[in-house]
């Protein structure tokens, strides 16, 4: 299994511009989320969902949208970037909420809005 | 707010030592709790899950958590210069989405 695969590794955008990040996993998860991290932070919640067709908002969620139309793939879109979203982005998956479910990360995205 | 506290460091300890990291969380009703690993720019890697008070040890590492303090720790012996790395405390918040809140993590680096 791959595991949870993000694509680009890097990106330089301009602001004003939109990209998509890319996030797939092979295990049959049913939970994906987004976070992003900024230098010397933590990791802040952006989107996430709970199965197919279903999303909902984190806590910083302004700025970016999500869809999920299989279990596999969860992508982010930014729209108009702006500076203050240069971030690493992480992808995670898991496969039920509750006790004993944790949370798999992917490699990462690291954008700079220049 | 949910919050989960750590803190920032750097924590130093000399090879050979046991790295003690301390986590704090504000919300009572959760009840799974993760130590990950972030080598420097490399993703967040679990390596200790708790869910219940008390100790649970996995080779070197021993993770300790007491809910009435709301305290989770995460001991580790016999430190390694390959330990070194920023460790990061996320909590759940006890909800049906498995959302996790995350500390800003505590710089550890092992002296040889």
């Known amino acids: 299994n791959a595991g949870v695969t993000q694509t680009p590794k890097f990106r330089i955008l301009k602001i004003g511009q939109s990209m998509t990040l890319q996030c797939a996993q092979d295990m049959n998860h049913n939970y994906m989320y987004w976070y992003r991290q900024d230098p010397g932070m933590g990791l802040k919640l952006i989107y996430y969902?709970?199965?197919?067709?279903?999303?909902d908002k984190g806590e910083v969620p302004n700025g970016y949208n999500v869809s999920r139309s299989t279990t596999e793939d969860f992508p982010l879109r930014l729209e108009l970037a702006a500076p203050s979203q240069t971030s690493v982005y992480f992808c995670?998956?898991?496969?039920?909420?509750?006790?004993?479910?944790?949370?798999?990360f992917g490699p990462g995205t690291r954008l700079t809005v220049l | 707010q949910k919050e989960v506290e750590q803190n920032s460091g750097p924590l130093s300890v000399p090879e050979g030592a046991i790295a003690s990291l301390n986590c704090t969380y504000s919300d009572r009703v959760s009840q799974s709790f993760f130590w990950y690993r972030q080598y420097s720019g490399k993703s967040p890697e679990l390596i200790m899950s708790i869910y219940s008070n008390g100790d649970k040890e996995d080779g070197r590492f021993t993770a300790q958590l007491n809910k009435a303090s709301q305290y989770v720790s995460l001991l580790i012996r016999d430190s390694q210069p390959s330990d070194s790395a920023t460790y990061l405390c996320a909590v759940n918040d006890g909800g049906a989405t498995n959302k996790l809140i995350f500390g800003t993590g505590t710089l550890l680096a092992v002296q040889p």
């Open positions: 995670a998956s898991s496969y039920l909420a509750g006790v004993g479910n944790e949370q798999f």
């Open positions: 969902s709970v199965g197919a067709g279903i999303t």
